[in-house]
């Protein structure tokens, strides 16, 4: 997993929780890096699960929850590190349907290693965009709070109607997140 989620990871803990709880969270968890992260390095995902689990200790939220809202917290850090990839749109759904196809296209022109996830969607109606997730690491929570940062980003009348966890390698690793428009997409 790319540094630069762990990076965001505990800028979002010590924004939300506060540099002591960061520091506990770290000591708690204790992964191969030590937690010692920087942006361009590469950690194993399961370290990730380890802080938020001990941030889920630390607050009494669940990971569910507290994955959900780094998400949101992620898409608009990504938003504001990589504006030309929400240039000159203006509603969630042609940003969403572009993620597989040209945001992670980038992606791996910067990080060949990177190991992303498969984004696909599809339009059963004008009004309606179907987001499904797919990966090897159970990071479906995460994907939640991504695409809700995106609504929110974007602030377009839509909402997700629906999250349906799929069949996967494991528990998380694979949903569908259904998002409707009012008055079409």
């Known amino acids: 997993m790319k540094g630069i ?8 803990v010590e924004g939300r929780a506060g540099l002591d709880t960061l520091d506990r969270i770290i000591d708690a968890a204790v992964g191969e890096s030590g937690g010692a992260y920087t942006a361009l390095g590469t950690y194993n995902h399961r370290e990730m699960l380890g802080l938020v689990d001990a941030l889920a200790t630390e607050t009494g939220q669940t990971p569910e929850a507290l994955m959900t809202a780094f998400g949101e917290h992620l898409f608009h ?14 509603h969630p759904f042609p940003f969403l349907e572009q993620v597989e196809t040209y945001i992670h296209m980038e992606v791996r022109k910067l990080y060949p290693d990177a190991e992303l ?11 309606t965009l179907c987001v499904t997730y797919r990966s090897r690491r159970p990071f479906a929570a995460l994907a939640h709070g991504l ?13 997700l109607r629906a999250r349906e966890d799929l069949p996967g390698e494991g528990p998380g690793t694979a949903a569908r997140f259904t ?3 009012e008055g079409g997409g």
Do not use: K, Q, S, Y
């Open 117 to 127: 996830p498969t984004i696909a969607t599809e339009r059963p109606d004008a009004a």
């Open 147 to 159: 695409v809700e940062g995106c609504l929110d980003h974007f602030g377009a009348p839509v909402t």
């Open 77 to 90: 850090r990504f938003a504001e590190m990589n504006p030309a990839f929400v240039a000159g749109l203006d």
């Open 5 to 12: 989620v762990f990076t965001e990871f505990t800028a979002f």
């Open 179 to 181: 998002l409707v428009a």
